[in-house]
């Protein structure tokens, strides 16, 4: 029988330390939510690698590193509201819950909510909120948020997203115009009223999530 507690060990000393991630809360994060749990049981024992790993036909879980570089680069902090954006049966919300104020997540699937509202339930992660809805829309009702986390690749930024950004807010997630274009991790943060910067953080790439896919791309 696999030790998981030993695998996520090894993802956090062995992947993301040597990613640059060296914030505390953050790695305790990724040691203590269990990464297994949220895959399907044939795959658990690849949860920890340093790859994707399918949770859905559509959704899946960024490597370990990716992900942790990204929450670190985000900043997140006990005053965070979040809108946590196509995040399958919800390992990114988990993770952020134990470094934000509080986190609406939003998924398409009424089924991926259900699995991840258990397990949220079974990790005591009372300030997450699940809600169903269509990705490219966001959730107006509980915005302006000062963090939007977006779980895959985008062709560009989400306009219907950024305009729910508390001022001072930002946006993160991994940017790929087209199949041949490399990816990689921006950071939006709206200015007064309608006015947005952005900067590219790193290079990176993962499958897209298909509602914000190129136009015209079909994505399985």
Avoid at 10 to 23: K, S
Avoid at 31 to 51: H, K, M, Q, T, W
Avoid at 169 to 176: D, E, I, K, M, T
Wanted: hydrophobic share 45%; aromatic share 8%.
């Amino acid at each position: 029988m696999q030790n998981f507690d030993m695998a996520r060990k090894n993802m956090v000393e062995g992947q993301i330390m040597p990613a640059g991630v060296v914030r505390a809360d953050v790695l305790d994060r990724f040691l203590r939510v269990p990464r297994e749990d949220f895959v399907p049981v044939n795959l658990r024992g690849y949860a920890c690698l340093d790859s994707d790993v399918s949770v859905d036909t559509d959704r899946f879980l960024s490597p370990p590193a990716l992900h942790a570089r990204m929450i670190d680069a985000a900043s997140p902090c006990e005053s965070d509201v979040v809108l946590d954006v196509g995040g399958g049966t919800g390992y990114g919300a988990a993770v952020l819950s134990g470094l934000v104020g509080s986190v609406v997540a939003l998924e398409s699937s009424q089924d991926r909510l259900d699995r991840a509202q258990a397990l949220w339930r079974s990790l005591a992660c009372r300030n997450v909120t699940g809600v169903r809805g269509d990705l490219r829309l966001g959730y107006p009702e509980r915005a302006p948020y000062t963090l939007i986390f977006i779980n895959g690749a985008v062709a560009e930024p989400p306009p219907r997203l950024l305009e729910q950004l508390f001022p001072g807010g930002r946006l993160v997630a991994v940017v790929r115009e087209t199949d041949t274009t490399p990816g990689r991790v921006v950071m939006v943060r709206r200015g007064a009223g309608d006015v947005w910067s952005s900067c590219d953080l790193f290079d990176a790439s993962c499958p897209w999530i298909p509602e914000f896919a190129p136009a015209g791309r079909f994505v399985f």
